[in-house]
Protein backbone atom coordinates (compact mmCIF):
# COMPACT_ATOMS: atom_id res chain seq x y z
CA UNK A 1 0.00 0.00 0.00
CA UNK A 2 2.97 2.76 0.45
CA UNK A 3 3.99 2.08 -2.84
CA UNK A 4 1.20 5.01 -3.74
CA UNK A 5 0.91 7.42 -0.89
CA UNK A 6 -0.85 10.80 -2.14
CA UNK A 7 -2.18 13.66 -0.49
CA UNK A 8 -5.57 12.37 -0.68
CA UNK A 9 -4.71 8.84 0.54
CA UNK A 10 -2.72 11.15 3.26
CA UNK A 11 -6.46 12.79 4.16
CA UNK A 12 -7.90 10.10 4.77
CA UNK A 13 -6.09 8.53 6.80
CA UNK A 14 -5.79 12.06 8.91
CA UNK A 15 -9.95 11.53 8.55
CA UNK A 16 -9.87 7.73 9.93
CA UNK A 17 -7.51 8.65 12.69
CA UNK A 18 -9.60 11.49 13.86
CA UNK A 19 -12.40 9.56 14.71
CA UNK A 20 -10.77 8.04 17.19
CA UNK A 21 -11.92 4.27 16.98
CA UNK A 22 -15.22 5.10 16.10
CA UNK A 23 -16.65 4.01 12.56
CA UNK A 24 -17.40 6.48 9.68
CA UNK A 25 -19.28 5.91 6.43
CA UNK A 26 -17.80 6.79 3.07
CA UNK A 27 -19.74 10.12 2.62
CA UNK A 28 -18.66 11.43 6.34
CA UNK A 29 -15.19 10.86 4.84
CA UNK A 30 -15.80 12.82 1.77
CA UNK A 31 -17.09 15.38 3.62
CA UNK A 32 -14.53 15.45 6.36
CA UNK A 33 -11.23 15.57 3.63
CA UNK A 34 -13.17 17.30 0.78
CA UNK A 35 -12.32 15.01 -1.90
CA UNK A 36 -14.23 13.84 -3.89
CA UNK A 37 -16.00 10.44 -3.61
CA UNK A 38 -14.45 8.14 -6.53
CA UNK A 39 -11.17 9.16 -5.13
CA UNK A 40 -12.08 8.56 -1.31
CA UNK A 41 -14.00 5.26 -2.38
CA UNK A 42 -10.91 4.43 -4.23
CA UNK A 43 -8.38 5.21 -1.34
CA UNK A 44 -10.91 3.16 0.97
CA UNK A 45 -10.52 0.02 -1.40
CA UNK A 46 -7.15 0.01 -1.40
CA UNK A 47 -6.67 0.37 2.27
CA UNK A 48 -9.14 -2.59 2.63
CA UNK A 49 -7.26 -4.72 0.66
CA UNK A 50 -4.31 -3.94 1.88
CA UNK A 51 -5.69 -5.12 5.78
CA UNK A 52 -5.25 -1.32 7.46
CA UNK A 53 -9.42 -0.82 7.09
CA UNK A 54 -12.21 -3.10 8.11
CA UNK A 55 -15.69 -2.09 6.41
CA UNK A 56 -19.03 -3.41 6.99
CA UNK A 57 -22.52 -2.58 5.81
CA UNK A 58 -25.19 -0.93 8.01
CA UNK A 59 -28.65 -2.85 8.80
CA UNK A 60 -31.10 -0.94 8.08
CA UNK A 61 -35.10 -1.49 9.16
CA UNK A 62 -38.03 -2.51 6.84
CA UNK A 63 -39.49 1.29 7.21
CA UNK A 64 -36.17 2.79 6.30
CA UNK A 65 -36.40 4.38 2.73
CA UNK A 66 -32.23 4.73 1.65
CA UNK A 67 -29.61 3.32 0.77
CA UNK A 68 -27.53 1.53 3.09
CA UNK A 69 -24.01 2.89 4.18
CA UNK A 70 -20.70 1.40 4.72
CA UNK A 71 -18.84 2.20 7.59
CA UNK A 72 -15.07 1.94 8.04
CA UNK A 73 -12.83 2.14 10.48
CA UNK A 74 -9.05 1.23 10.70
CA UNK A 75 -7.47 -1.65 11.95
CA UNK A 76 -4.77 -1.94 14.66
CA UNK A 77 -2.41 -2.20 11.33
CA UNK A 78 -3.90 0.32 9.66
CA UNK A 79 -3.87 2.49 13.33
CA UNK A 80 -0.08 2.19 13.59
CA UNK A 81 0.83 2.70 9.51
CA UNK A 82 -1.19 5.73 9.11
CA UNK A 83 0.76 7.33 12.14
CA UNK A 84 3.80 6.10 10.68
CA UNK A 85 2.90 7.66 7.49
CA UNK A 86 1.48 10.94 8.90
CA UNK A 87 5.01 11.37 10.80
CA UNK A 88 7.06 10.80 7.97
CA UNK A 89 5.47 13.22 5.60
CA UNK A 90 2.62 15.56 7.68
CA UNK A 91 4.92 15.51 10.67
CA UNK A 92 3.03 18.77 12.07
CA UNK A 93 -0.31 17.31 12.07
CA UNK A 94 0.96 13.18 13.32
CA UNK A 95 1.50 14.86 15.98
CA UNK A 96 -2.11 15.00 17.12
CA UNK A 97 -2.12 10.94 16.56
CA UNK A 98 0.90 10.06 18.46
CA UNK A 99 0.62 7.47 21.10
CA UNK A 100 0.60 8.44 24.93
CA UNK A 101 2.59 6.31 27.37
CA UNK A 102 -0.49 3.81 27.86
CA UNK A 103 -0.93 3.38 24.29
CA UNK A 104 -3.54 6.01 23.82
CA UNK A 105 -4.09 8.54 20.92
CA UNK A 106 -4.77 12.52 21.71
CA UNK A 107 -6.27 15.02 19.59
Avoid at 32 to 48: C, W
Amino acid sequence: MTERVTQPTLDVLEALLGAEGFELHGWAIIKGTGRAGPTVYKILERLSGAGLLAGRWEELGPDDNRPRRRFYQLTPTGIAHARQLLAERRPKTAARWSPRPGGEAHA
